[in-house]
């Protein structure tokens, strides 16, 4: 495949360059924003650097039969597939969500409608109008937010409905684990009951009346006795588990996560610590990939404020890290 870089002062430029020198067919593999070169990039200015390969390439492999290749996408798709790239998406995703979008109103899109149609891309990766099941387990990595995340919807739901949600620290190995649960569950003035075993945790699930949050250790579901709390778990009906995930966790992290974890076959996911990462960007490919829906996004230590239900519009704007208004999109 012969792929070249061109650099100008904006995307629009560089991939007019591109279409000139690779012709008609070339495609966007990257833009990024690269320092611009001699005096100029010492001071700061930076300019629009875009990979582009030529589609027509004769070493390519021999093209997919007509009814599996995925549709062109015209010129002007391929200038807003260029600017989601830029946002850090990758070609692929960008490319389905620029499909979305009608080729009558591609030409002079604004951000407002990429916006739309990358809501529209994200909304089967979001559960926000989930109602509680009798179970909601937290699993994943230590320190990834599994307590706190816990303690804000508890604190949430108690303020919201007046409704204590009880609390189940299966979380039983570490000192100070179960501690820190037990404060939150005495300010909410939620029930809390430690289940050190698996069968003190059957008994906890069994005994449960209403919805219970369980927390667990920050440990791999392949060590022993975590696969016994998981079996426990499994015995008992409307058990929802949510794989939490820090937004900052590098791709490659992320996948070894959702393999270590797949065993616990998670059916929400949790992204916490949105307030310390740049954008959901990277993350994005591999959400999709995995189609594990996210039920919460955390955005902060403070416990209740920092929670909020994953809405399409709210993981679009995290994904584009750019603050939208949900009514304002939906018109
Ligand atoms: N910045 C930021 N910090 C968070 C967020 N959620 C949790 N934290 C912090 O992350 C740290 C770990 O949180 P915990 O809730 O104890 O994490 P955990 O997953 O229960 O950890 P283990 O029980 O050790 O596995 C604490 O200092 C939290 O305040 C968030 O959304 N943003
Ligand atoms: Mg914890």
């Known amino acids: 495949m012969q792929l070249k870089t061109f650099r100008q002062s904006t995307v629009r430029e560089a991939l007019r360059e591109a279409r000139e020198t690779l012709g008609p067919d070339a495609f966007v593999l990257k833009t990024e924003m690269v320092p611009a070169p001699g005096l100029r990039g010492l001071l700061g200015a930076r300019e629009v650097q875009l990979t582009a390969a030529l589609a027509q390439d004769v070493s390519a492999p021999r093209p997919l039969p007509e009814e599996r290749r995925p549709p062109v996408i015209d010129r002007e798709g391929e200038a807003l597939v260029a600017r989601l790239v830029a946002s850090g998406l990758d070609q692929p995703m960008a490319a389905d969500i620029v499909r979305g979008i009608p080729e009558s109103m591609r030409r002079g899109a604004t951000a407002s409608r990429l916006f739309r149609a990358l809501v529209d891309e994200v909304t089967p990766l979001t559960a926000a109008a989930d109602q509680f099941a009798r179970a909601e387990v937290f699993i994943g990595p230590p320190g990834v937010g599994k307590t706190t995340t816990i303690a804000k919807i508890a604190a949430r739901e108690r303020a919201a409905h007046g409704r204590a ?15 820190q649960l037990r404060t939150y569950a005495d300010i909410i003035g939620s029930t809390f ?65 959702f393999d ?38 955390t955005t902060g230590q403070c416990v209740p404020e920092d929670l909020e239900r994953a809405t399409p519009v709210l993981l679009a704007s995290a994904i584009l890290s750019e603050s939208y208004d949900e009514t304002a999109v939906r018109s």
């Open 165 to 179: 949600l009880g609390m189940i620290a299966a979380d039983g190995f570490r000192a100070g684990a179960v501690e």
């Open 193 to 257: 009951t430690v289940a050190r075993t698996s069968e003190e945790l059957d008994r906890a699930l069994s005994g449960a009346r209403h919805t219970v949050l369980v927390d667990t250790a920050g440990r791999s579901p392949k060590d022993g006795s975590v696969a016994e709390q998981l079996n426990a778990l499994a015995r008992h009906r409307s058990v929802r588990t949510h794989l939490v995930l820090a937004a900052d966790t590098s791709v490659s992290s992320a996948r070894r996560i």
């Open 260 to 297: 270590t974890y797949a065993e616990a076959r998670p059916t929400r996911v949790v992204i916490t610590k949105l307030d310390e990462s740049d954008s959901l960007a990277p993350l994005s490919s591999l959400l999709r990939e995995r189609g594990i829906p996210i039920s919460y996004i």
